[in-house]
């Protein structure tokens, strides 16, 4: 496996930890006094800083850390050392050196080179997402959580991954660009696809579903739940048969899904007025029985104990240091390739080990400490 040099900042820490769950050496260059990541809030009062970043716990997990002041001469020669003997580093610009010293080091060097852009909402804005999320008759609404940094750390793992198969089968690197805001706007594909075809402007669609007529959100007794009704007929059929309004069951020509889709909302308001009684666990086993796509709408907090996620090995009950007794989540690609992910590291937690296989002495890493040049 290679030797990746994380100096990313929130946008691209997704990415190399994806690279660290599929078994890289990643190892987290970041300053004595804490980078911006560990810093990012919310910030957890059990554990003590720098280790309290939520952020830092989940996009660090994995990772080595080697604490290095790079506005120093000795730092920047230490980078230097680190990148003579890695395969790849993903930085976020600017880079920490000049591009020409950074390659001299290592001239077969992969350097992924990361323009994060404005901040996540303004790239989220400007890359015409906010445009077609929220309500149709209200404001462009955010998407729930970090949609955004995570969509740019998948784009900056395959990136990587794929230059370093590449460095692999010629025995050259290469340099890769990525753009966050690029990597946002290929989301949005299906707006171009469907105005150069149709002419007409993807609308906001709230908690509506957009691909058949009787999709989308709706409440129940404890909370919500969404469903989307197959449009072929033998789907409304099996659909009548989990929701039994008369006006579903009386009126034949719901059964064409042409009229489904003029009718939509009157559909969406009847099954609403149904589902309000029930359980949304309840509504989704009966749907799934009925082969009906249905889903709970799931918040976070039951995700922590959900079994399949613990079953699939996503989730791994640990007994961590700073927090206790949790289910860490050792991520998607982590749980296929049976990787055993390390929490996240304290500060430094590898300096020590990485200057020791660089070949420094105990009397030049004292003297490094000492100057304030690492900890």
Request: charge should be negative.
């Amino acid at each position: 496996m290679a030797r990746i040099l994380d100096l990313t900042s929130l946008m691209g820490a997704y990415g190399t930890r994806l690279l660290a769950e599929l078994g890289h050496d990643v190892l987290r260059v970041e300053s004595p006094k804490a980078d911006g990541v560990r810093r990012e809030a919310p910030i957890l009062g059990a554990a003590p800083r720098p280790e309290a970043g939520a952020f830092h716990q989940f996009l660090n997990a994995g990772k080595r850390s080697a604490a290095i002041d790079l506005a120093t001469e000795g730092g920047r020669k230490l980078l230097l050392a680190l990148v003579a003997k890695a395969d790849a580093a993903v930085v976020s610009l600017p880079l920490p050196l000049a591009e020409e010293k950074l390659l001299a080091a290592n001239p077969d060097l992969v350097l992924v080179r990361l323009d994060d852009g404005p901040p996540e909402l303004c790239a989220y804005a400007s890359a015409g997402l906010l445009a077609i999320t929220g309500e149709p008759d209200g404001k462009p609404t955010m998407l729930g959580g970090h949609v955004p940094c995570a969509a740019v750390g998948v784009h900056v793992a395959l990136a990587t991954a794929a230059a370093l198969i590449g460095k692999e089968a010629t025995g050259k690197g290469q340099i890769v660009d990525i753009s966050a805001p690029q990597c946002l706007a290929s989301l949005a594909e299906q707006v171009w696809v469907e105005y150069s075809a149709s002419g007409e402007m993807m609308e906001r669609l709230g908690s509506r579903g957009g691909i058949t007529a009787v999709a989308g959100a709706l409440p129940c007794a404890d909370g919500h739940w969404m469903i989307s009704v197959p449009p072929d007929p033998r789907g409304w059929a099996n659909f009548v048969q989990l929701v039994p309004h008369p006006a579903f069951k009386d009126d034949g020509s719901l059964a064409d899904e042409a009229m489904r889709r003029e009718r939509k909302q009157e559909i969406l308001d009847c099954i609403a007025e149904w589902s309000r009684k029930q359980k949304k666990n309840e509504i989704v086993e009966q749907a799934q029985s009925l082969h009906i796509p249905a889903a709970a709408v799931t918040n976070p907090l039951e995700l922590i104990d959900d079994p399949q996620l613990l079953a699939r090995g996503f989730l791994k009950p640990i007994d961590h240091p700073d927090f206790g007794k949790i289910n860490f989540p050792v991520g998607a690609l982590a749980s296929m390739f049976h990787q055993a992910m390390s929490i996240a590291p304290t500060l430094g937690e590898s300096t020590k080990l990485i200057l020791d296989e660089l070949g420094y002495s105990v009397s030049e890493i004292q003297r490094l400490k000492d100057e304030g040049i690492v900890a």
